[in-house]
Nanobody, 116 residues
């Protein structure tokens, strides 16, 4: 069973920074891909950033240049460094991994609130 536990969310002023962490039950690099998604109230869950096993990264247009996804396979950790935060970044952020069968696994989410 894959277990993912997010941490690092909170309340921050616009322009500030946060680093989200995701502790996984095994190394994120052992999956096909690891990612961060977010879901704002009343909206669908959207991809924020994705890191494949091979090291390819892709980002939502809205966060390019502000967010960075990374992993530490030795520590079984996935990270999302967020800077230049905007009120529209307010959402619950979810850690995700996909295995080589196409099965998704999710964490419980961590709230990020950006005040204007």
């Amino acid at each position: 069973q894959v277990r993912l536990v997010e941490s690092g969310g909170g309340l921050v002023e616009a322009g500030g920074s946060l680093r989200l962490s995701c502790a996984a039950s095994r190394s994120p690099g052992s999956f096909y891909a690891a990612a961060w998604y977010r879901q704002a109230p009343g909206k669908q869950r959207d991809l924020v950033a994705r890191l494949t096993n091979g090291g390819n990264r892709n980002y939502a247009d809205s966060v390019k240049g502000r967010f960075t996804i990374s992993r530490d396979d030795a520590k079984n950790m996935l990270y999302l460094q967020m800077s230049g935060l905007k009120p529209e970044d307010t959402a619950v952020y979810y850690c995700n991994v996909m295995d080589y069968h196409g099965t998704d696994y999710w964490g419980q989410g961590t709230q990020v609130t950006v005040s204007s």
